[in-house]
């Protein structure tokens, strides 16, 4: 089965550390999300793309997350400098318009 | 925009109970309505879908009905089983937008 690839699956880092995570879409994917999730405030959308392009990142805080996506085969977030309140479950997920999308296992991340 | 509410949790059912959870909407046009479910610990799978109005989508037991007269993708199933506890995301997406959840509903079921 085709699958998104997360990497790293778990990572914990000291506030104030830059932070990548990485996604590997499925190929032939066009579309490319990335939620976040907490137990308060549930799955947020950070951004989005569609063929590579950024469609919207309104929902990312500007001054410290940035998201690209520098090929088909990647898309990446970015936090720098990370804070504890960062500190929670990011999904990436890809597809192909509105048929469905296929999720990543997501990156732990802890921020101490 | 495009919204989802779904019935607030956690529920908790017996084994073989008859389960729905409620998910209605609020989008522009025609969207594709979905329904996700997380198991502890792990990502988002998609449970089943539809595509147009009057479609029912199902899969491993569970049925929903894309109704655009009540702007309604209620989740239901006959039976339910210890292994269908999780957390059942709905959602929409359509052309050009972003996919869209629901705030999530725990469900627990007792053996």
């Known amino acids: 089965d085709a699958r998104v690839t997360q990497t790293p699956r778990h990572k914990v880092t000291e506030m104030g550390q830059e932070v990548t995570m990485r996604c590997q879409p499925i190929?032939?994917?066009?579309?490319v999300f990335w939620y976040r999730q907490t137990m308060m405030q549930g799955l947020e959308l950070l951004a989005y793309?569609?063929?590579?392009?950024?469609?919207?990142d309104s929902g990312m805080p500007k001054d410290r997350f940035s998201a690209e996506m520098p090929d088909a085969t990647l898309a990446t977030l970015k936090i720098q400098p990370s804070e504890p309140r960062d500190s929670a479950v990011y999904f990436c997920?890809?597809?192909?318009?509105?048929?469905?999308?296929?999720f990543g296992s997501g990156t732990r991340l802890t921020v101490v | 925009g495009n919204s989802v509410t779904q019935m607030e949790g956690p529920v908790t059912l017996s084994e073989e109970a008859f389960l729905t959870i409620n998910c209605t909407y609020t989008a522009t046009g025609y969207p594709s309505l979905f329904w996700y479910v997380q198991y502890p610990g792990e990502g988002l799978q998609l449970l089943l879908k539809?595509?147009?109005?009057?479609d029912k989508g199902s899969n491993k037991g569970f049925e929903a009905t894309y109704r655009k007269e009540t702007t309604s993708f209620h989740l239901e199933k006959g039976s339910v089983q210890v292994s269908d506890s999780a957390v059942y995301f709905c959602a929409l997406s359509s052309r050009a937008q972003k996919l869209v959840f629901g705030q999530g509903t725990r469900l627990t079921i007792n053996p």
């Open positions: 793309f569609r063929n590579r392009a950024p469609l919207d």
């Open positions: 997920a890809s597809g192909l318009d509105e048929y469905g999308y296929t």
């Open positions: 539809a595509t147009k109005a009057d």
């Open positions: 190929l032939g994917h066009n579309t």
